[in-house]
């Protein structure tokens, strides 16, 4: 072997974590922009619930096939990961039905990313230099690509109560981060199939208290009332199913990743996924990106770059 070759066999190794971080990073985003344009059609907890069923349909073939083994630990990790990242996922939806987007979405985007690297420091991770300053690059960045514009009658600033709710989704989003990341390598896939069904259960719960729980009917509305009608209910289905395989893929390349590097360094990278949904909605929406988005974006391309040196 070249003596080039023996240098490049371990850059080449650990760049593959972040390529599965970034992996999860597209694919978080892309179920998104799904989920977000189903849910001008449909209840955003009925989108949500389809969206986790296929997405754990997908997940079991795959655990299935993969097998595993799972302890009572990695089951209990799983179980709890599952409740709070979907206890984070219906406090996000509250705080922005009281609250400015442009101010809840960017708050609890950078909480969740917060919560692992903290996280990732208490537990004795200690990454390079380099990839440190790409993390607290990727925070700033986060901030700024999801940032919203503020929409007509939206207040200009936030309640503390709505404070509140955006920080605690954060860290819901980052505490499921964490709570997976502790599951043994051994048990495969099975600790997200697990999380996926115990966030069901209470998504399902949710949907059953707030009765919307019912098959759409033209004229329905979105979430907040004023979003467009529902004529095709078919295709709000559709937009729903294909954002759960997204995301089933953002959860199992996140897990390949956290399981082959720092959670702090994939923590930082996977949070970045606004980006790709900012990206989504500029080609097939025709949203332009605000001039602090591109600036996020460029940051965290920086930001990678750095940590993938790191």
Do not use: K
Not at 89 to 103: D, E, K, Q, R, W
Not at 177 to 183: M, P
Not at 206 to 233: K, M, N, S, T, Y
Not at 244 to 258: E, I, K, M, R
């Amino acid at each position: 072997m070249a003596r080039e070759d023996v240098f490049a066999l371990p850059v080449a190794c650990a760049a593959v974590p972040i390529l599965l971080a970034l992996l999860s990073a597209a694919s978080y985003g892309v179920a998104d922009f799904l989920g977000g344009t189903a849910s001008r059609r449909l209840h955003a907890l009925v989108v949500t619930l389809i969206s986790m069923v296929v997405g754990a349909s997908i997940i079991a073939v795959a655990c299935l096939v993969q097998g595993g083994v799972v302890t009572s630990a990695d089951v209990a990790w799983s179980l709890a990961a599952g409740v709070v990242g979907s206890m984070g996922l219906a406090t996000f939806y509250s705080a922005l039905a009281i609250g400015p987007m442009g101010v809840v979405a960017p708050v609890s985007a950078v909480t969740s990313a917060i919560v692992p690297v903290t996280s990732g420091f208490a537990l004795g991770e200690r990454p390079a230099p380099m990839a440190l300053l790409g993390i607290a690059l990727a925070l700033p960045a986060i901030a700024m690509v999801a940032r919203e514009r503020r929409l007509p009658g939206e207040p200009r600033r936030m309640a503390s109560s709505t404070l509140v709710r955006a920080l605690a989704a954060g860290v819901g989003f980052g505490s499921y981060l964490v709570l997976i990341s502790r599951t043994g390598e051994a048990s495969n896939l099975w600790p997200v199939l697990i999380g996926r069904g115990s966030s069901i259960v209470v998504v399902l719960t949710l949907a059953a208290a707030f009765g919307v729980l019912r098959w759409p009917r033209r004229h329905d509305r979105g979430v907040d009332g004023a979003q467009e009608v529902v004529d095709e209910p078919g295709r709000g289905l559709r937009l729903a199913a294909a954002g759960g395989v997204f995301d089933a893929g953002g959860n199992v390349f996140y897990l390949l990743a956290v399981r082959a590097d720092l959670l702090a360094v994939v923590a930082a990278v996977q949070s970045l996924y606004p980006a790709a949904t900012v990206g989504l909605a500029g080609a097939f929406q025709g949203e332009r990106p605000q001039r602090v988005q591109v600036v996020g974006m460029v940051l965290a391309l920086v930001a990678v770059a750095l940590v993938s040196l790191g």
